[in-house]
């Protein structure tokens, strides 16, 4: 018999008789458990070798027998759950921890953070909510982008901490002097997850499901010809010279997955275990770049955690804390940071209502007023924007006072939920100026299309930065349906000639500054204004090392590591 089979009709007896010593029959004991007497007694016999019972017979045809439940079924679950984790059996810890989901958490609580189990090292990490489908071209979330990037691998990729795109499949590329071809030259044994061998072939035929995605098109427009010239050499030809394609390469749309089979990648870690309760990662045997130290991470979702209890592992979606239970009162802030991504305001001139001069106007009453100082969000959480990136200064704007704001407004907003907050206050403030704020709210993390964002006259949202931020804000105005749906046509054609004036500048610097002189105009006009940046924070008890915070608030899962047991005498267990 099963062991969770086994303790659900334990739980059944127990929840009926209790831990008292009880008087009971054998029939009445099959009839609790739906079967045969014969049965009933090779499970009592089961249960009391197990010593969850003791069970006295007594001689006779319907004779009563003493029978005295030992232990509660929460201290059966929790021992086991214990064993199955120490032996490394995650699922059947996963089945264990399913009998009683409303207290998961108290069952996992001992058993997170990073330990070694089975002898290797593993990262438990509770978390709040269920996780969206891992797909590079559908997911939305946070944790769930920086969980792709873990599990799939581009011709290129991004290192924590440097903004410059690093080799990845590609050992190395090439471009033409004309900045039209682009020469990418693939490691050789190269392989999926599953251990099958990675080919430029399959590669190739990824890139082309990608050139016709919605999600990736934009990044991969300006490629007139995709083709294998030798089996470790993928080959980009371009309508245009294109001095962004690394980063391209290297963004979440551009990610490889295998052709046949999306959910399979190339990257450090694979998915092994993907349930509603359980997320599961295992280090890549055959990864081709340095492996990391952890062997495996697991999310264990808990979504009925309380945000005040001690041992919570997310307080706040910028918030990490790892580690057990009984260590919290030791974990303390390992990395902080300023996210480089903010929550923005977007003035939508294409619905044709709210002019330019009653944009800034609104902008300047925002930051007379001190409305984002006063929001009432602990200032540990979010920090009001000064700067869309470092030297990117956000204007003061001052508009003629007798400019009037349109008599009614409509506002769409969309997670995180600090916006709620921005939202009432904004409609205080505009209300004292003659202006009634309709506020509409939209669940998704990700505007849905044109049509949606151009019903509205002002639009909230967040906009996440990666390790490249000049690259990441690039690529944002050609992916996000935002800019299509609040730009009148000709801004609209102005934004794409000058996006690809801007790419073909061979040397960093004026590309760079000529992305910055455009955004600056943006947000001359008010129609993109930074809010406010959160404050990104990682703590952990002093054992668990090697924690990096990523740009996105995350942390390098390739770099953390754990030190082995030790014994009593201070050396290597070999437990």
């Not at 739906?34 to 016999?45: D, F, I, K, N, P």
């Not at 690093?166 to 590329?173: E, F, G, R, V």
């Amino acid at each position: 018999m099963r062991l969770t089979h086994r303790l659900s009709q334990y739980q059944r007896l127990y929840l009926q008789l209790g831990s008292t010593p009880v008087a009971i029959t054998i029939g009445e004991l099959a009839a609790m458990f739906y079967c045969s007497e014969r049965h009933a007694r090779t499970l009592v016999q089961q249960l009391q070798d197990q010593g969850w019972l003791s069970w006295q017979s007594q001689p006779g045809r319907g004779k009563r027998a003493c029978l005295h439940c030992l232990k509660t079924p929460d201290e059966l679950r929790a021992a086991h759950l214990q064993r199955l984790l120490q032996e490394g059996d995650h699922q059947g810890a996963l089945e264990m921890a399913q009998l009683d989901p409303q207290h998961l958490q108290e069952l996992l609580s001992p058993h997170l953070g990073g330990q070694w189990q089975a002898g290797s090292p593993t990262l438990r990490i509770p978390y709040y909510r269920t996780l969206e489908s891992l797909d590079p071209l559908t997911l939305t979330g946070r944790a769930e982008q920086h969980l792709v990037a873990t599990l799939h691998a581009g011709l290129t990729r991004f290192i924590t901490g440097n903004p410059e795109p690093q080799s990845d499949l590609a050992h190395h590329w090439q471009i033409s002097h004309d900045g039209l071809r682009w020469q990418f030259f693939l490691r050789s044994q190269l392989r999926w997850h599953n251990g099958e061998p990675l080919t430029g072939q399959q590669l190739l035929q990824t890139l082309e499901k990608l050139q016709q995605h919605p999600r990736s098109q934009p990044s991969l427009a300006n490629v007139a010809n995709l083709s294998l010239p030798h089996p470790l050499c993928l080959q980009f030809d371009l309508q245009h010279p294109d001095y962004w394609l690394a980063h391209r390469l290297a963004e979440l749309p551009c990610l490889l997955t295998h052709p046949d089979a999306s959910g399979m990648g190339a990257g450090p870690f694979k998915l092994t275990l993907n349930q509603p309760h359980l997320v599961r990662l295992e280090q890549h045997p055959f990864y081709h770049l340095q492996h990391p130290y952890l062997e495996s991470i697991e999310y264990w979702i808990t979504p009925e955690l309380n945000v005040g209890d001690a041992y919570t592992s997310c307080q706040h979606p910028v918030r990490i804390t790892l580690g057990q239970q009984e260590e919290m009162a030791l974990a303390r802030p390992v990395q902080r940071s300023m996210s480089l991504g903010w929550c923005y305001l977007a003035v939508n001139l294409k619905h044709g209502v709210l002019s330019e001069a009653q944009g800034k106007k609104l902008l300047m009453l925002i930051q007379r007023s001190g409305l984002l100082a006063n929001l009432p969000v602990p200032n540990s959480v979010i920090t009001p924007s000064h700067e869309m990136l470092p030297g990117w200064a956000i204007p003061l704007h001052q508009a003629d006072e007798d400019i009037a704001l349109p008599a009614k407004l409509t506002l769409l907003y969309r997670p995180p939920v600090e916006l709620e907050t921005v939202t009432v206050a904004l409609q205080q403030l505009l209300a004292q100026h003659g202006c009634e704020l309709e506020l509409r709210y939209y669940a998704g993390k990700r505007w849905q299309s044109t049509e949606q964002i151009e019903q509205a006259d002002l639009l909230l949202a967040d906009n996440l930065i990666g390790e490249s931020p000049e690259a990441t804000l690039e690529s944002w105005l050609r992916q996000d349906t935002l800019w299509r749906g609040i730009l009148p046509d000709a801004r609209w054609q102005h934004q794409q000639q000058t996006l690809q004036q801007i790419q073909q500048l061979p040397a960093q610097p004026p590309r760079y500054q000529q992305l910055k002189d455009y955004y600056q105009q943006l947000m001359a006009a008010a129609i993109i204004t930074p809010l406010f940046h959160y404050q990104y924070q990682i703590s952990a008890p002093p054992r668990i090392h090697g924690v990096t915070l990523t740009a996105h608030g995350w942390f390098d899962f390739c770099q953390a590591w754990l030190p082995p047991p030790v014994d009593t005498m201070g050396s290597p267990s070999t437990n």
